[in-house]
């Protein structure tokens, strides 16, 4: 049996396709090919065999004996650093994620509440009264800073103010594919191109990481501290070794990049959705007044649905997969196309309506619901952006009136390696209340 059918379109074409109308292209190769078919991208030697059936999901997933499909290490390598978990393969990389997992656990977020209350407290008496703004950003803002204050733990002063430049500096000038295929391009050419532009950058934020390291092994109550960075410090390889400086650094980075753009983007898609279906944003105001939690826990869930924000979530076979009428063999490439996944409307009636409801009684099938992607290398920050999630929305909601600027639903463009909401949902704040002792969000 060969791979699954491709369109036919050239490489290029099918590259351009799933760079400008991702949404689109998929389901018009869903409606052609069915659950499964393989795509071409221009610079790859293999096609992307793509699969939205849960039954092939659970088989790739739960397959412990695969990589990474090519690509990921040639523009993030440069970045994230040799020790990246987003890199390592195999044995190092399951060491490495065995030791980075406790501080990511559900429990340990509850820690975490007060220093995040106070991020998104400060952000929303920033806020324009009756003027347009784009949340997009506003969130990026926030999700950075709990980033640098909650997981690096940076304390408030120079470090942390030069940190938050130079770093959202880097971050938009390496966000969209153009900017990194150009630093790439020229990357050879020597000079003062972006590529040397890019490396002063990182550089500088290097320097500035290294600091924080060494800063905090001075620290006298390093073992009692609960910040990411001094709970990796003080963990131990199986064989008792520690962490080297090198390789907290590539860690920090590493949770920076994944976790900065795709919860800032999932609550940007969040607002749009709530903005424009009035009686969800009623029910949910209503159960946060009310203490309640369950309806947030299910409009987050119905967004992460509906608006995936990382479009796949790739393997490499090292042996034969067979699952759901599919025969493929070692040395293919394949992920599921996560958003036809969530969009299939034998999991899903009305699969495209916004229904948080759909998730009060039950939560979702494990398999059939994905934006964290799966297996040995599922999200490691799921319960931490779900949980800051539910933080930034509590607060926004019980605190600020808000509309969209506009009735349309947002448009989707790539950003990076996300779904982003392309005009960075511009909302209007009507009317503000002052800051009040919330309700505490179960972790
Ligand atoms: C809504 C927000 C987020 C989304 C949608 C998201 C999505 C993803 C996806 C799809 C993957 C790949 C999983 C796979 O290949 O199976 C991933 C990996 C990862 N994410 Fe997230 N992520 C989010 C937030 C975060 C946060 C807040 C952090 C940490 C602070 C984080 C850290 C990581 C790490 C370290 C990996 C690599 C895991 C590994 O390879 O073992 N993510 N994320």
């Known amino acids: 049996m ?16 799933w760079s400008f109308r991702p949404l689109a292209f998929m389901q018009e190769c869903r409606e052609r090919y069915g659950d499964s078919f393989s795509v071409r ?6 096609p992307m065999v793509m699969i939205s059936d849960p039954a092939a999901i659970k088989a790739l997933y739960t397959e412990r004996d695969i990589g990474l499909p090519p690509g990921r290490n040639l523009i993030l390598e440069p970045i994230l650093g040799p020790k990246s978990l987003l890199i390592l393969e195999g044995a190092e990389h ?13 429990e340990r977020m509850r820690s975490y509440e007060p220093a995040l209350g106070e991020i998104v407290g400060a952000e929303i008496d920033s806020w324009p009264l009756q003027r347009e703004f784009p949340i997009h950003s506003r ?28 770093l959202t500096q880097l971050l938009s000038e390496t ?36 600091a924080e390291i060494a800063e905090h092994r001075t620290r006298p109550d390093l073992e009692e501290r609960t910040d990411i960075l001094s709970l990796l410090m003080v963990a131990r390889f199986e064989d008792g070794e520690a962490m080297g400086d090198s390789e907290l650094r590539d860690h920090l980075m590493t949770l920076l990049l994944a976790g900065h753009e795709t919860t800032a983007t999932a609550l940007a898609w969040t607002f749009d959705l709530l903005l424009r279906h009035p009686a969800a944003l009623a029910r949910l105001r209503e159960s946060l007044a009310a203490g309640e939690d369950d309806y947030l826990r299910a409009t987050i869930t119905e967004s992460l649905r509906l608006r995936p924000v990382v479009p796949l979530a790739g393997r490499r076979l090292h042996r034969e997969l067979v699952a759901d009428g599919l025969r493929l063999p070692p040395g293919t490439d394949v992920t599921p196309a996560i958003w036809l996944t969530h969009t299939r409307a034998d999991l899903y009636p009305e699969p495209f309506s916004f229904r948080p409801e759909r998730f009060l009684e039950e939560g979702p099938e494990t398999y ?14 799921a319960s931490f952006a779900e949980f800051e999630m539910r933080i930034v929305l509590r607060e926004v909601l019980t ?45």
């Open 139 to 166: 969130m990026q803002a926030i999700t950075l800073e709990a980033i640098l204050r909650v997981v690096f733990g940076v304390s408030e002063g120079p470090r942390l103010e030069r940190l938050r430049g130079m």
């Open 41 to 46: 991208f221009v610079g790859f030697e293999r």
């Open 399 to 443: 605190r600020c009136q808000l509309r969209k600027a506009s009735p349309a639903a947002e448009r989707t463009s790539r950003r990076n390696i996300t779904l982003s909401p392309r005009d960075g949902t511009p909302v209007v704040v009507e009317a503000r209340h002052q800051a009040r002792e919330s309700a505490a969000v179960t972790a």
């Open 94 to 106: 399951l060491s490495r994620r065995r030791l980075m997992l406790p501080p990511f656990h559900g």
């Open 175 to 210: 966000s969209s594919l153009r900017a990194q295929l150009v630093a790439l391009a020229t990357r050879r050419f020597g000079g003062r191109g972006p590529w040397e532009r890019f490396e002063a950058q990182l550089r500088e934020v290097d320097e500035l990481l290294y």
């Open 368 to 381: 059939g619901w994905i934006p964290f992607g799966g297996g040995m290398r599922r999200c490691l920050g």
């Open 2 to 17: 060969g791979l699954p059918p491709e369109p036919r379109r050239s490489a290029l074409m099918q590259t351009l396709r």
